[in-house]
């Protein structure tokens, strides 16, 4: 219910200033902001001030109701527009109606005033002549100066503080800016002997690889006419048959000859694969015979142990995309460090095809097992468990998942000790496929014997001749991988490459003898490919890119 509280009329500037102040006045005293406050008292006098200029005489009724401040302006004639769009951008809500226009502002919610003694407050403050108005607004003025002086007081002791503030900060700055440029100078520093240091890593790996190689080479010879020679020694035909301490004593050389001969063999074989020299060599295998292969190669190694060796073959896939002799090194290995360390009970080898297109090979036995803080170390070159060594040399494993990283596969191992190990080889085990295959090569002949090898494997093969109409077709076509040839006339394969998107794979096809560029994701011999090699390589890079 809206009350009025002051009713005041305007016909000359005294009245505008009255209804300045009695606007701001009663905005005051129903608790709206200082802003809120300017607000109204400026709305009403600029919509008094433009009647006047418009010869127009104003009646103002200020009121309240319980959620707003009510201002209600009657003109005796149209209300100036002017006037009207002022108060418009001050109020919350302006509202014309023939002469009278009706302004409000929201009231706080936690607040509620007496009305009756803010109306007897606003009567004190209609003027009762030109002279009383003027005295009130000298006031106003004289306070409001006060007030400038104060802010200006203000302002002066802020800039002051700000200015003493932004001095600390410069000698902050160049304090900071002197250190970072001597850390700087130190960083720099340090990765020059960084990359001296790593130059002479790379080195000294490259001297240890040749010196694994050379002297694994060099000591195979004389290790295997050692052991040829104690067998005949062992041999009961042989001329000058020896006694039974000297028998046992050759069979001490001859164990001893193949320890060694192992240890040199691992030390090759982790050479070839730090060298990059381990060549993969893809094809479709059939694992059941590859199983069957194994069953015979590691069950003489329990013989004399209460150990039974299992290799099922239950679950197994029939064939896999892969390298035969590769898989068979991992799984001997990994079968046999399983009866080493398996003193009573069953060392078993399970295939399975699991969910997401992969072969599982698990190995799992009841011996000794590894402590938690061992299970990862074991995969270190020459790691052995402390207390637990039973032989060998600690390459075994290592080559082993060197191995499976490059068959595209992983190597895992959990265990419990007294309870067990079980190590999980899982390797891809579909053919590869992938959407749109790029063919780049200025031969056609070759062009349609990538094509054939891509059956099956290629949604769609597009072919260009040479790097610009490949480059053309890929910003045409949505381009999932490229097989590019090296040597094409104008602009080449490792060009070609250069100006490809990152994110697209690209297979180099070549007949150099050349060392992959780091923008290919592989490089094949062409006189080497086979469709095996090429499906493996594909399903290897399209991994890579997911």
């Known amino acids: 219910m809206l009350t009025e509280l002051a009713t005041l009329q305007v016909r000359d500037i005294s009245g505008v ?3 300045r102040q009695i606007g701001r006045e009663l905005a005051t005293r129903l608790a709206l902001e200082p802003q809120d406050q300017v607000r109204v008292a400026t709305a009403l006098s600029e919509i008094c001030r433009s009647a006047l200029v418009a010869g127009r005489v104003a ?7 319980e959620d707003d401040l009510v201002l209600t302006v ?3 004639g149209e209300p100036p527009a002017e006037g009207v769009a002022a108060a418009a951008r001050l109020m919350d809500k302006v509202g014309v109606s023939g002469q009278v226009v009706r302004m409000t502002k929201p009231l706080p919610a936690t607040v509620r005033t007496d009305l009756a003694a ?3 407050q606003l009567a004190d403050l209609l003027p009762q002549s030109t002279l009383d108005e003027l005295r009130r607004n000298n006031q106003d003025l004289i306070g409001a100066l006060e007030d400038l002086k104060r802010q200006k ?3 002066l002791l802020l800039n002051a503080e700000l200015q003493e503030t932004n001095r600390g900060v410069m000698a902050l700055y160049t304090e900071l800016s002197e250190e970072l440029e001597q850390t700087n100078r130190g960083v720099v520093a340090l990765y020059a002997e960084l990359d001296e240091k790593s130059e002479q890593l790379r080195a000294a790996a490259e001297a240890k690889d040749r010196f694994w190689a050379n002297v694994s080479h060099e000591l195979r010879t004389p290790l295997h006419s050692i052991k040829g020679l104690t067998l005949l020694l062992e041999d009961p035909g042989s001329p000058g048959t020896l006694d039974t301490e000297q028998l046992h004593q050759v069979e001490l050389i001859r164990n001893s000859t193949s320890t060694l001969l192992a240890l040199v063999n691992d030390l090759l074989d982790v050479a070839k694969a730090e060298s990059g020299r381990l060549s993969i060599d893809p094809a479709i295998v059939a694992l059941p015979g590859v ?9 003489p190694l329990a013989d004399g142990k209460p150990v039974n060796v299992v290799v099922s073959a239950e679950d197994a896939p029939a064939n896999v995309l892969t390298d035969e002799a590769a898989l ?4 001997r290995n990994l079968l046999s460090n399983g009866i080493k360390y398996t003193d009573s009970g069953e060392v078993r080898l399970s295939v399975r095809r699991a969910a997401d297109d992969t072969v599982e090979f698990r190995v799992t036995d009841t011996g000794t097992g590894i402590p938690p803080a061992h299970q990862e170390r074991v995969f270190e070159e020459f790691y052995q468990v402390p207390g637990r060594s039973r032989g060998g040399t600690g390459l075994g494993l290592p080559y082993a998942r060197r191995l499976a990283g490059l068959l595209g596969g992983t190597l895992t191992l959990t265990s419990e000790p007294g309870a067990g190990t079980t190590v999980v080889l899982s390797l891809p085990c579909g053919m590869p496929s992938v959407g749109t295959v790029l063919v780049a090569d200025d031969d056609a002949g070759f062009r349609g014997v990538l094509r054939a090898m891509l059956t099956g494997i290629a949604g769609r093969v597009i072919e260009a001749e040479d790097g610009d109409a490949a480059l053309a077709a890929v910003a045409e076509d949505d381009v999932d991988l490229v097989l590019a040839d090296l040597r094409m006339p104008g602009m080449d394969g490792e060009a070609l490459l250069d100006r490809l998107p990152a994110a697209m794979p690209a297979i180099l096809i070549t007949g150099l003898d050349i060392e992959q560029p780091p923008r290919a994701a592989a490089l094949l011999r062409k006189d080497e490919l086979t469709s095996e090699r090429l499906a493996f390589t594909i399903r290897r890079v399209s991994g890579e890119a997911r």
């Open 74 to 76: 009657t003109v005796n």
């Open 291 to 299: 199983l069957s292969t194994l069953r015979g190669l590691v069950r």
């Open 328 to 331: 068979t090194a991992i799984l």
């Open 17 to 19: 200033l009255a209804a």
């Open 153 to 155: 007081e203000q302002l």
């Open 59 to 65: 009646v103002i009724v200020f009121g309240a109701d």
């Open 118 to 120: 803010v109306s007897a």
